[in-house]
C-alpha cells in the first residue's frame, strides 16, 4: 500500500485500562456503544493496517480456523468507522482489528 506520509502507519494496539476501575469505566462505555456485546467483551486489540480491512479479516478467519480454532468477522462494531473486527478463541480477551491506512479513514467530527 502506497504510504505518501513521511511517517508509516503500523496498525494499533490498544491494552488493558490501568486499574480495574478504570477497566470497568472503559467496558462500561463500550457497553453503552454496544461494542463489548458485538466484540465478546475484549480487553485488548491488535490492530493492522490493510488496503481491503474486510477482505485481511476474512483472511485471518479462514487462517485461524486452518489451524483448528474459531473465528468470525464483526463489522459493525466502530458503525463510523472502515474497521473489521475478527473475534477468535485464539486469543483470550483480544481481538484482531483490520483498517486502512489514517489517510483514508473519515476525518473527525468536530463535536
Same mark, same amino acid.
Given at each position: 500500500?502506497?504510504?505518501?506520509?513521511?511517517?508509516?502507519?503500523?496498525?494499533?494496539?490498544?491494552?488493558?485500562?490501568?486499574?480495574?476501575?478504570?477497566?470497568? !469505566?472503559? *467496558?462500561?462505555?463500550? $457497553? %453503552?456503544? /454496544?461494542?463489548?456485546?458485538?466484540?465478546?467483551?475484549?480487553? &485488548?486489540?491488535? +490492530?493492522?493496517?490493510?488496503?481491503?480491512?474486510?477482505?485481511?479479516?476474512?483472511?485471518?478467519?479462514?487462517?485461524?480456523?486452518?489451524?483448528?480454532?474459531? !473465528?468470525? *468477522?464483526?463489522?459493525? $462494531? %466502530?458503525? /463510523?468507522?472502515?474497521?473489521?473486527?475478527?473475534?477468535?478463541? &485464539?486469543?483470550? +480477551?483480544?481481538?484482531?482489528?483490520?483498517?486502512?491506512?489514517?489517510?483514508?479513514?473519515?476525518?473527525?467530527?468536530?463535536?
Amino acid at each position: 500500500m502506497f504510504n505518501p506520509l513521511p511517517f508509516p502507519d503500523p496498525g494499533s494496539r490498544i491494552f488493558s485500562a490501568s486499574s480495574p476501575e478504570a477497566k470497568a !469505566a472503559v *467496558v462500561a462505555l463500550l $457497553a %453503552e456503544h /454496544d461494542v463489548m456485546e458485538k466484540l465478546r467483551t475484549p480487553s &485488548a486489540s491488535i +490492530g493492522m493496517v490493510a488496503t481491503d480491512p474486510e477482505r485481511s479479516a476474512r483472511d485471518a478467519v479462514a487462517f485461524v480456523e486452518s489451524r483448528g480454532f474459531q !473465528a468470525t *468477522v464483526v463489522m459493525d $462494531a %466502530e458503525p /463510523d468507522l472502515p474497521i473489521a473486527f475478527v473475534v477468535t478463541d &485464539a486469543m483470550v +480477551g483480544t481481538v484482531f482489528n483490520f483498517r486502512r491506512h489514517v489517510i483514508h479513514l473519515p476525518r473527525p467530527q468536530p463535536a
